[in-house]
């Protein structure tokens, strides 16, 4: 008799709990700016969080589509107070769980909200504004949902995807929209001093038979981001070029450089050698000599220009003299439409 007596106030106390645990449902987020999946992604993380969570009774979707279904209730698109309390009464839940994602400039704005159907109110909310970067609607929500139940988010998380300088890290890292400079390449370089007074020479003087000490460049540049931070990043680049074609040379040329750039303004610095092949002889420029590899440093401003989708390169550039005369100097250009490189694409 006792051991069913015990027995009774265990089912009782058990049927009791149940019956005190306030349901709650997910029906929709405000995503706008984000695609369909995304969006039934971000309903299904809270879902789960909150599953997660003691104290409340997550109706299953299951369920919410059923009803959907027989009663043919659109449960999406609802954030107002009087279709919340409608559609919580139909679902006969006690708090609804609903929110928005908008982005703001370079933030992204993401709230999260607890309705109180009875009530007809809200009863709890939180807002928190992130970096913009792709991938992280999950998180963002995740996060938004643990201030407003009061749930320690971990500090350094946080501050890695709300401070767009904070310490380079894969979740705030801006390099996801860095601007991409990589492309063709086009442009001329002047000559000046013994040089350019050897290419003006006649052939069978040694010289090149031109009369303005001008070359054409023609090439590709590959680059790399190995740094970034902020609205900086630090690039390694790879130059390979033909000079010379309009006065029927062949001229190969390679250059490396090692530069930064400013993601916003689109300025950018780099130096590093280049190294050519030029017929020389006893040291010197020679179209009767033989093919010799020589090598420079060059320096080299450059600024990159938007125009929607396509990026416009301008590099201005400096070869110092080995002779203290002939200095190189020249502009480039290019395009591309790569936009700006998203990390997670």
Known sequence: MKIKFLTFLLLFSIVS????????????????????????????????????????????????????????????????????????????????????????????????????????SFINSANRNYVDVPKNDLLMAELTLNDMMGIQNDPELVRRVTIANDYENILNNPFDRTIVAEGPRMGFGFVTGNNAKILARPVDSGGFNMGIPLMSQFGYQFEKAYITTGNWQALAEIIPLISGL?????????????????????????????????????????????????????????KTIKSGEMNFPINAYLIPPKDGSSYRFGLSMGWNAAGKKRLFD
């Open 246 to 302: 309009e006065s029927n040379r062949f001229v190969p040329n390679l250059t490396i450089l090692n530069g930064l750039r400013n993601n916003n303004s689109g300025l950018e610095f780099a130096f590093g050698p280049t190294i050519d092949v030029s017929r020389t002889m006893d040291g010197q420029l020679d179209s009767r000599g033989i093919a010799t590899i020589s090598t420079a440093l060059v320096f080299s401003v450059g």
């Open 17 to 120: 709990f149940a019956q005190s645990v306030p349901s709650v449902a997910v029906l929709d987020f405000d995503t706008r700016g984000y695609n369909e999946v995304e969006r039934y992604q971000i309903i299904q993380k809270l879902s789960l969080e909150m599953i997660n969570m003691d104290g409340y009774e997550v109706m299953d979707n299951y369920d919410i589509e059923y009803i959907s279904n027989r009663d043919e209730i659109d449960f999406t698109g609802c954030f107002s107070r009087i279709c919340l309390k409608e559609l919580g009464e139909k679902l006969d839940v006690n708090f609804i769980l609903t929110g928005s994602m908008n982005l703001l400039g370079e933030k992204v704005s993401t709230t999260v909200r607890l309705f109180d159907v009875n009530k007809g």
